[in-house]
C-alpha cells in the first residue's frame, strides 16, 4: 500500500527583522514608508517529504532554523515564502505551554483543550487520563489556582493537556526534557505508543540519543537549509563530527558565521536556482507583502470622503448641496493647493523609494 | 482589502471557540472575590447612581431632557459607553494577556480581541436589561424607534473590532500605549455627550462649531444614536454625513487593523 504523503515542503524560507530596540518593533509594524531594519533568513528555501508514521528527527545547531521550521509546520508562524502542504491534523508539544495562572488546574485543562477545539464530551472523557498523567502531586492540588503550582507541576500540565490530544502529526520541541525522570520515561512511553499507532512524528531534540530512539529518518538542518536527509545511522554519525569540528571554532566566529549566512540570502536568487519550480513558490506571502495598489486607493479614497464630509459638516452644508457643487466646501484654490500637495507627495515618495533602492542595489 | 476579508472570516469561522473561551476573562479577574462576576453589574450601577445624583439632582435640578427625566435620558448612552470604554481598555490589553499562552499552539490570533467583546457583551446585556426596567418607570414606551437598535448596535461593534484589533496590536509592542488609552478614555467620557446634553447648553449653542467638532467622534456617535433609538428623539438615516463620517473611520481603522494584525503574527514571536 502507497504511503499518504503527511507533510510536503517545498522552498520554505523565513525571514525576520533583527529588531534590537521598542522603536525597531514599532517600525516595522508601520504600514507605510521603507525602515531599515535589519534581516534575517533564518530558513533558505527547505523542502522535505514526510509520510505517514515516519518519525523524523531534526538535528542542527543552535539557531539553525530548527525552531522556526517546526513553528512554521506546525502552522503557528506562516513562512515568507513557500509552499507547505499538511494533510491532517498536528499538534505541536513544547515546553512552557502557557497556563492562566488565577485559574485552577482542571479549569486549566478544560480551558486549553476547548482552544485546542475538542468539545465538551471528549473533555470530560479524557479529563482523568490527563489529570493521572500528570503525575501525584498535580492530583493533590487539581482544585486549586495554578499559582499554587511549583513550576515542575505546571510544565507536566501543560505537556499532560497536550500529549492527551489526538492528532495526526505530533511536533515534539524539546519537550521531554520537562520534569524529573520518571515523568521523562512516561513521556517517552507516551511517544513509543504514538509511534505504534502509525502516528507521524516530528522531532526536535539536543539529545542525539533520544533522536536514535525515537525515529527512523533524520533531517540535518544548518543556516537555513537543508544538509542532508537520510536514515539515523546515515545522517548522525556526520552531523556529531560536524558538530565536534564546529564547537572547535571560538565563540565570536560562530556568531559571525550566523550572522553572515542569516543576510546572505536573496528570493529571486533562490527562484533562478529552481527554474523549472512554479513562480508561486517564490513570492512573498500576504502576511509580508506592503499595502497593494487597490488597497492604497481605497484608503485613499476613505481618507478623502472622510475629510470632505468633515469639512462639509463643520461648514453646516447639506450633504446634497456638498456633493452637489463640492465648491461650497472647499474653494477652488484651497482645491488646487490640495492636489498640488498630494501631486508632490507622491512624487516625492516614488523618488526617495526609487533613491534608496539605488542605495541598496549599490550595497550589495 | 484582502487582509481585511481574511481577518473577519477568521472572525465568524471561530464563532464557537470565541464565546467558549470568553468566559475565562471574567472567572479569573474575579477569582477572589466574594460576590464574584455580580461586581462587573455593581460597578456601573454605582456609577450610575453617582451621576444620577451629581448631575441629574444637582446639576441640572430634576429638568428634563429631550422630555423625559434625567435617569431615563442618561441610560441608554450610559451603558453603551460604560460598554465601549471596558471593551476599548479590555481589548487593548487582550493580545499582551494571552499572547503567551496562545504562542505555542495553533490558534486563530485575531479572534482575541474579540473574546474580551464577547465577555463584556454578556454584561451589556445585563445592564441593558436592567435600564429597560427603569426607563420603563420613568416613562419611556416602545416605539418604531427602537428598530434603529439593530443598526447602532452593528455599528458599535464595528467600531469596537477595529479599534481592538489597532489597539491590542500596536500595546503588544509598546505598553506605554494602553496607560495612554486610559487618559485618552478619560477625555473621551467628557466629550462624547455621556453625562452632559450638548443641546441643552447656552455655550455651544453660541458657537455650533464647537458641537460640529465633537460630532466626529465615533464614540458620540453612537452614544447619541442609543439615545435617539430609545427616547424615540429621531432615525440615523437623517443624518447622511454623519453616517459617512463613522463609517469612513470604521474602514480606515479596519484596513490598517487587519494590515498591522497579520504582520505582527507573521512574526509575533519575536515581540514577547
Known amino acids: ?30 504600514p507605510f514608508g521603507n525602515t531599515k531594519i535589519e534581516q534575517f533568513w533564518a530558513l533558505k528555501g527547505v523542502s522535505f517529504d514526510v509520510y505517514e508514521g515516519d518519525s523524523v528527527g531534526i538535528v542542527g545547531l543552535n539557531g539553525g532554523g530548527k525552531s522556526t521550521l517546526l513553528n512554521i509546520v506546525s502552522q503557528i508562524i506562516p513562512p515568507t515564502s513557500g509552499e507547505l502542504t499538511v494533510n491532517g491534523t498536528t499538534n505541536i508539544i513544547s515546553v512552557g505551554a502557557g497556563l492562566n495562572l488565577n485559574l485552577t488546574g482542571r479549569e486549566n485543562i478544560i480551558m486549553k483543550c476547548e482552544m485546542l477545539g475538542m468539545s ?143 543576510r546572505s540570502f536573496d528570493l529571486e536568487a533562490l527562484r533562478q536556482e529552481h ?78 523609494h526609487n533613491h534608496k533602492e539605488r542605495q541598496v542595489r549599490s550595497d550589495d | 482589502m484582502t487582509e481585511a476579508w481574511l481577518v473577519l472570516r477568521e472572525q465568524f469561522r471561530n464563532w464557537k471557540i470565541i464565546n467558549r473561551l470568553a468566559k475565562y476573562d471574567e472567572k479569573s479577574t474575579f477569582q477572589a472575590h466574594i460576590l464574584g462576576n455580580i461586581w462587573q453589574i455593581l460597578d456601573p450601577l454605582i456609577n450610575i447612581a453617582i451621576y444620577w445624583l451629581v448631575f441629574g439632582m444637582i446639576l441640572y435640578g430634576n429638568k428634563p431632557m429631550d422630555g423625559y427625566a434625567y435617569i431615563a435620558w442618561l441610560l441608554p448612552g450610559y451603558i453603551a459607553w460604560q460598554f465601549m470604554r471596558s471593551e476599548v481598555l479590555g481589548a487593548s490589553r487582550s493580545m499582551v494577556k494571552r499572547v503567551s499562552m496562545v504562542s505555542k499552539m495553533q490558534f486563530p490570533v485575531s479572534t482575541i480581541p474579540s473574546m474580551t467583546l464577547a465577555n463584556q457583551l454578556i454584561n451589556y446585556w445585563w445592564m441593558l436589561a436592567i435600564s429597560m426596567v427603569i426607563m420603563f418607570l420613568y416613562g419611556v414606551r416602545p416605539s418604531l424607534y427602537w428598530i434603529q437598535f439593530i443598526y447602532y448596535f452593528i ?118
Not at chain 2, 465615533?218 to 454623519?242: C, N, Q, S
Open chain 1, 1 to 30: 500500500m502507497e504511503k499518504q504523503l503527511k507533510i510536503s515542503a517545498r522552498y520554505l524560507t523565513k525571514e525576520y527583522d533583527m529588531m534590537k530596540t521598542k522603536s525597531d518593533m514599532l517600525k516595522t509594524l508601520m
Open chain 1, 120 to 262: 465538551s464530551a471528549e473533555i470530560d472523557a479524557k479529563m482523568d487520563d490527563i489529570i493521572n498523567f500528570a503525575g501525584d502531586q498535580v492530583i493533590g492540588k487539581i482544585d486549586q489556582p495554578v499559582k499554587t503550582y511549583s513550576s515542575g507541576m505546571k510544565s507536566r500540565l501543560g505537556f499532560s493537556v497536550l500529549v492527551h490530544q489526538d492528532p495526526d502529526i505530533l511536533i515534539i520541541d524539546e519537550a521531554l526534557s520537562v520534569g524529573d525522570a520518571p515523568f521523562f520515561e512516561k513521556g517517552v512511553a507516551r511517544m513509543k505508543q504514538f509511534k505504534a499507532e502509525g502516528k507521524t512524528i516530528l522531532f526536535v531534540s539536543h539529545s542525539l540519543s533520544q533522536v536514535e530512539t525515537l525515529c527512523d529518518k533524520v533531517i540535518w538542518i544548518d543556516h537555513g537549509r537543508v544538509v542532508m536527509e537520510g536514515s539515523a545511522e546515515t545522517v548522525l554519525p556526520q552531523f556529531e563530527k560536524f558538530q565536534r569540528e564546529y564547537n572547535k571554532q571560538s565563540k565570536a566566529e560562530r556568531a559571525r558565521i550566523t550572522h553572515e549566512s542569516g
Open chain 1, 275 to 352: 527554474p523549472t519550480e512554479p513562480a508561486s513558490y517564490f513570492q512573498r506571502r500576504l502576511y509580508d507583502q506592503p499595502f497593494t495598489w487597490a488597497t492604497k486607493l481605497v484608503l485613499t479614497f476613505l481618507t478623502f470622503l472622510l475629510a470632505f464630509t468633515v469639512a462639509a459638516s463643520i461648514k453646516d452644508i447639506p450633504f446634497r448641496t456638498a456633493v452637489m457643487e463640492p465648491l461650497t466646501v472647499v474653494s477652488l484654490r484651497s482645491w488646487i493647493i490640495l492636489i498640488v500637495v498630494i501631486v508632490a507627495m507622491v512624487v516625492g515618495g516614488i523618488l526617495i
Open chain 2, 155 to 272: 455599528c458599535m461593534i464595528a467600531f469596537l473590532y477595529a479599534m481592538g484589533l489597532v489597539t491590542s496590536t500596536i500595546t503588544v509592542v509598546v505598553r506605554d500605549f494602553h496607560t495612554l488609552l486610559n487618559s485618552m478614555m478619560q477625555l473621551m467620557f467628557w466629550i462624547s455627550g455621556t453625562v452632559f446634553n450638548f443641546g441643552a447648553n447656552a455655550v455651544i449653542e453660541q458657537h455650533p462649531v464647537i458641537i460640529r467638532i465633537i460630532e466626529i467622534n465615533p464614540f458620540y456617535y453612537i452614544i447619541m444614536g442609543m439615545r435617539e433609538t430609545f427616547l424615540g428623539t429621531g432615525w440615523f438615516f437623517h443624518d447622511v454625513k454623519a453616517v459617512i463620517i463613522f463609517w469612513s473611520i470604521i474602514g480606515l481603522l479596519l484596513i490598517l487593523g487587519s494590515h498591522i494584525h497579520l504582520k505582527f503574527r507573521s512574526r509575533f514571536i519575536d515581540y514577547i
